[in-house]
């Protein structure tokens, strides 16, 4: 039996994506054609036609959304229309894949599942047969490098009793405008930006209840995590599970830190640990960042070095997995003064073993349009980043929102 292939619809072409989505979609010929693209800059949109073979490009978003030719729409675009065109793309009967964050508001993901039942629908109404449900697949692809899926989270589940833990993601420079955090709610986005401040803000006032509570440090953190930051948090809830609580969430623009607390439910008669996240943008060029684990003999660290949000990718982007133990031996160190002592004897310490094993940017973003196929044509393994995974990482969004409203002395809080 020959692999369905599935007509993709592409909203946005920023420079990461004709860098990394359109020429790993294209090598996946048997599994995905390229049917059209949108973009409001008419010269990206024929750029891209032209450049990677697509059938259609347009500047009307709607052509996209509502092609007859389309199976599968990609929203690449900034997180104020996720809601909106995935809606859309929905109800139209079209199953759709949306980067991290899906949303964060409780009544977007609501109505984005009523679309879904009118999506049904849709489709019975072009079938004669039994008719499945639009499907959502929510984009973050080192979530499925290989190096994470088959190494990473295997030392994890050996590693015994966490103590402590780490998620950091400090980038920079790159396309963050938090002028929005500045702006006010009427002022007219660029003609050809993908960005709507006014847009982002009204969303974000369904999240934090009022006008008035948008104060610019919200604003930027906001923008950061529907950009960057839900990524990063993302793969720490797929390793480490659901935190019991939240404290000290600092915000310093655009400097974010978090403290979240867990308990090792599984091990060790529930030990607690806590795990500090820390994230931001500077000018160094530069991208440290990584997700952490201290274990009693072992450290595991999953680092990545992705595009950011309006850059080009370069080569050697990778996600790698370091593993750091002791190996039982002893080395002597003649450099190190330090390891001399009274009697003038070098003193032999343990030696470290390390092990890396690393995925490129390209494998990770393979492994996840393969997957995305996977659960779109049926008969593959259910994939792990749906409507459902996404609603886990609205509510860790809100518990981060909900200490900090209170740290601020806020009576409203995102649930009401």
């Known amino acids: ?55 259609h490009s347009t500047t009307v978003v709607e052509d996209v959304l509502l092609h007859k030719e389309v199976d599968v729409i990609l929203n690449l675009l900034p997180m104020e229309y996720h809601e909106q065109y995935t809606v859309t793309a929905l109800e139209a009967g079209k199953d759709i894949m949306v980067e991290v964050p899906l949303t964060m508001s409780i009544s977007s993901l ?27 697949f929510v984009g973050c692809a080192r979530r499925y490098a290989p190096c994470f899926t088959e190494v990473f989270k295997k030392e994890l589940a050996a ?44 969303l974000l006032e369904d999240v934090f209840g009022s006008e008035e509570d948008l104060t610019p440090d919200r604003v930027a953190f906001c923008r950061y995590l529907g950009m960057i930051g839900c990524h990063d948090l993302s793969v720490m809830r797929e390793s ?43 000018a160094v060029p530069r991208c440290d960042a990584h997700l952490t684990v201290y274990g009693a003999h072992k450290t595991l660290s999953l680092e990545y070095d992705f595009p950011r949000p309006g850059e080009k990718i370069s080569t050697g982007t990778y996600v790698r997995v370091v593993v750091q133990e002791a190996d039982g031996t002893m080395q002597t160190d003649y450099v ?61 969004l809100l518990m981060i929102f909900d200490h900090y409203n209170r740290q601020c002395g806020t009576i409203r809080t995102p649930l009401g």
């Open 159 to 202: 590693l015994g009793r966490v103590y402590y833990a780490r998620c950091r993601n400090i980038a920079g420079p790159m396309n963050i405008d938090n002028s929005v955090a500045r702006a006010s709610k009427d002022i007219t986005p660029p003609m050809k930006s993908n960005n709507n401040p006014g847009q982002f803000r009204a």
């Open 1 to 55: 039996m020959s692999t369905p292939v599935l007509r993709l619809g592409i909203l946005g072409a920023t420079n990461a994506v004709q860098a990394t989505y359109l020429p790993v979609l294209r090598s996946l010929q048997t599994h995905y054609t390229l049917t059209a693209i949108y973009d409001p800059n008419p010269e990206i949109a024929n750029q891209c036609q032209a450049h990677f073979g697509i059938t």
């Open 240 to 282: 480490l599970g659901f935190p019991d609580g939240v404290s000290n969430v600092a915000i310093t623009e655009p400097f974010y830190s978090a403290i979240f607390h867990y308990t090792n439910s599984a091990v060790n008669d529930g030990c607690p640990f806590t795990l500090l996240y820390e994230a931001g943008v500077d």
């Open 336 to 396: 190190n003064r330090n390891q001399i002592n009274e009697t003038g004897n070098v003193v032999p310490r343990p030696r470290i073993k390390r092990t890396e094993t690393v995925s490129t940017c390209d494998e990770a973003y393979e492994h996840e349009f393969l997957a995305l196929h996977s659960y779109l044509v049926g008969g593959g393994s259910a994939a792990k980043t749906t409507a459902d995974d996404a609603f886990m990482d609205l509510r860790l």
């Open 110 to 136: 609501r109505r984005m599942r009523e679309a879904i039942k009118k999506g049904k629908a849709t489709r019975s109404l072009n079938s004669t047969s039994e008719t499945n449900s639009p499907k959502v």
